[in-house]
């Protein structure tokens, strides 16, 4: 697993250096717009669009060939891609949190209700759209799955608003919306480790 996953973060390295000062720059021109808080939503979803991106790079370089003659079992890799997707989505969401609460600071607007739900919806949609992201990069060829993974996050803010409106847009609310999210993840994760696994590999 360790192996696998410093292969992806080597993979992912050149993307990950820029992403830092887009981040910032981000944090202070929304500052200037809409709630900073806003960064925790969008780095957060950026930094998990990486991970996926790693399914598409090793499809393109064969590396899922190559894996398939290794001793290395075909749940593991489906492991590393969603540990690879808390990973990097965790750092975004630290990021944009560090940023945020900087900008919020400097400008005296810090609110903790506001921040909230910011930090819900990042969870909500990071994990309700990876809990779909992930496994149909594995499906699906590259074409298809641009088109999934621009969907997927819409439909995850539908899902986030169709849960909280409801209920009234409580801190309740919101909290549930982002376990609705983990949920999905998690039993994302289990199909495809035993989905996934069982398929040939002909990407």
Known sequence: ???????DF??????????VPVVAILGVALS????TWVLVVLST??????????INMDRVSGWQKVSAVLP????????SKYTLYLLLSGAGFLLGLVVGGAVSGIQST?????????????????LMAGS????????????????AVILAYPIAAAAFVG????????????????????????????LARKGLAAREVTG
């Open 32 to 35: 200037l717009l809409v709630s």
């Open 1 to 7: 697993m360790k192996g696998l996953l410093l292969k």
């Open 45 to 54: 979803v950026m930094f998990g669009m990486i991970a996926v991106s790693t």
């Open 72 to 79: 290395l079992s075909r749940a593991r890799v489906v492991d």
């Open 132 to 147: 779909f992201t992930i496994p149909l990069s594995f499906l699906l060829g590259e074409e298809k799955n641009v088109l």
């Open 110 to 126: 810090f609110d903790w209700a506001t921040m909230g739900i910011y930090l819900a919806i990042g969870v909500d949609m990071a």
């Open 163 to 190: 849960i909280v409106v409801p209920l009234g847009g409580t801190a309740l609310a919101c909290a549930l919306a982002a376990a609705v999210g983990a949920v999905c993840y998690l039993l994302s994760w289990m």
């Open 10 to 19: 080597y993979l992912c390295c050149s993307v990950l250096y820029l992403m």
